[in-house]
């Protein structure tokens, strides 16, 4: 059985939306409890396509808040450079929230997971049951590797994106810890109350 405590998980989202991260948790932007000023850092085209893409279980794929199972992901390269129309953020703005599954289950949170980016027709999707079998699902090689081209291996690019799909609102308590840029973002983070033995500066998960 994998160490489902070591299994982590990361959602990146603007440091400007932390506060209400430590007030709700994670929540969907269609909950009671969403962010009225939430600042979004992401593919507005993207998201359009996932409120219409229609998962296996019948459910539409924007109805989940989606994590990645590795950092330095082709998304955070385009939220960073700013490509197809997305506006370029900092890394110092941007900051991974970390969960793990074992701290997904243990708050009851119905989720999904696949073996890499949700839209490819290669990937495929699995249920709570698959969990047991997930260090044989995940290619961890190619979600934490550093650059996603590879001549080794020309479907690494989907594996990184391999998603972990929680529906609705997530519970602070899923939340053990936050990955930023520098100490500058540190600070800002201890500043809202966060204690220190929850952030690491890890400048090397950015572009």
């Not at 109805?63 to 890394?91: A, D, H």
């Not at 243990?106 to 997971?113: L, P, Q, T, Y």
Request: charged content about 20%; hydrophobic content about 35%; some cysteine.
């Amino acid at each position: 059985m994998p160490d489902m405590k070591k299994t982590y998980l990361y959602r990146m989202t603007h440091i400007m939306n932390i506060p209400h991260v430590l007030s709700h948790g994670i929540t969907h932007r269609n909950s009671p409890n969403a962010n009225p000023d939430f600042i979004p850092i992401g593919d507005k085209g993207l998201i359009t396509k996932r409120d219409n893409f229609i998962l296996d279980n019948g459910k539409r794929l924007g109805e989940y808040i989606p994590f990645y199972f590795g950092i330095r992901t082709p998304m955070l390269y385009v939220v960073q450079k700013g490509y197809n129309l997305v506006t370029p953020t900092s890394p110092e703005n941007i900051v991974y929230c970390v969960s793990s599954v074992q701290n997904i289950i243990e708050n009851n949170h119905d989720f999904i997971f696949t073996d890499g980016h949700a839209f490819n027709s290669l990937s495929t999707q699995y249920y709570p049951k698959d969990i047991p079998n997930i260090d044989n699902i995940i290619d961890k090689n190619a979600t934490m590797a550093i650059y996603w081209n590879s001549d080794n291996d020309l479907d690494r690019k989907r594996k990184k994106d391999a998603e972990f799909l929680v529906l609705g609102d997530i519970n602070i308590s899923a939340i053990i810890g936050y990955y930023v840029f520098n100490e500058n973002a540190k600070n800002i983070l201890t500043g809202l109350g966060i204690s220190e033995t929850y952030i690491r500066v890890k400048s090397e998960y950015y572009f």
